[in-house]
């Protein structure tokens, strides 16, 4: 497993080896050693989900105040932006974002620490979107980042199009508003 540091501590890009022939392919999507062994990151993983959307859905930014949830996030049809935002107030890239686009072509993985809000959007006709997560859902805890807040600017490819949303992403709050990490 290739590891590829961004630009935010913590936040890191995996590339699993994909073994490929005419018949098709084989890759191990997680495996704890080797996961452990490249990151250095000793994580339990205690719910696995996944999503399927259409294009120019946008769901996020999601964090959770309480049990706030490590993801380990990949695409296994289609293609998204994926886009974190670092809440924590303690870290020197509070407030600024990443983005990478996941897909069934590049094989890549994104681990999001704890302390992120987290979204995606679909760049292609549709996307299943698989993740892990360290804590469980607690919708009690649940907040939304405004996905287009101006003050973070994440730079979503939105090719002109309005972002398909949730009534819960309308809602999102500007990050001066939300609740953060110490």
Not at 30 to 56: E, I, W
Not at 101 to 115: A, D, K, T
Not at 130 to 144: I, V
Not at 154 to 171: C, F, I, Q, R
């Amino acid at each position: 497993m290739k590891v590829i540091e961004t630009a935010i501590p913590g936040l890191l890009i995996l590339e699993p080896k994909v073994f490929g022939d005419a018949r098709g392919f084989f890759m191990e999507s997680y495996n704890a050693k080797a996961f452990q062994d490249a990151t250095g990151l000793d994580v339990t993983f205690v719910q696995d989900n996944h999503s399927r959307s259409g294009k120019g859905v946008l769901r996020g930014l999601h964090y959770q105040v309480e049990q706030a949830q490590g993801k380990l996030v990949r695409v296994t049809r289609g293609s998204v932006f994926d886009a974190v935002v670092d809440l924590r107030k303690s870290s020197p890239t509070f407030g600024q974002w990443a983005g990478v686009e996941l897909s069934e072509e590049n094989n890549r993985q994104l681990w999001i620490p704890p302390g992120f809000a987290h979204g995606f959007l679909v760049t292609s006709d549709s996307a299943d979107f698989l993740y892990k997560t360290t804590d469980y859902y607690a919708p009690q805890f649940e907040r939304s980042l405004a996905w287009n807040d101006p003050t973070v600017g994440v730079e979503w490819p939105l090719a002109g199009a309005a972002p398909l949303l949730s009534a819960k992403d309308v809602a999102g709050k500007p990050l001066a508003e939300c609740e953060t990490f110490a």
